[in-house]
């Protein structure tokens, strides 16, 4: 089964800029499906919301929440994803997650992402 590991989260003003990463380990067959990536968030007392989603061919997509302002790029050979977040907003705080697509896999433990006004 892939592995996934976030990291790069932390606290910053509002305005700020915080860049994710994720990679991914696992069997090779495994990691060899691996079609596209997602990045997902949860607030505290919300669900887990998607906020990005990008195909290893280079279409994404975003939730309205961040479009503008979140950049999903990926790392094929490296099995890693990244997510730029630039003028970030207090309602951004949340735990975020990666996953890989279409299979998807078990979350990680995510990495928090603390936004003060």
């Known amino acids: 089964q892939v592995r996934l590991v976030e990291s790069g989260g932390g606290l910053v003003q509002a305005g700020g800029s915080l860049r994710l990463s994720c990679s991914a380990s696992?069997?090779?067959?495994?990691?060899?499906?691996?079609?596209?990536w997602t990045w997902s968030r949860q607030a505290p007392g919300a669900r887990r919301e998607q906020v990005a989603f990008m195909t290893t061919d280079g279409s994404t997509q975003y939730a309205d929440a961040v479009k503008g302002r979140f950049t999903i790029s990926g790392h094929r050979a490296k099995n890693t994803v990244d997510l730029q977040m630039d003028n970030l907003k207090p309602e951004d705080t949340a735990v975020y997650y990666c996953?890989?697509?279409?299979?998807?896999?078990?979350w990680g433990q995510g990495t928090q992402v603390i936004v003060s006004s």
């Open positions: 696992g069997p090779d067959e495994s990691l060899l499906t691996i079609a596209g």
């Open positions: 996953n890989i697509w279409p299979s998807g896999t078990s």
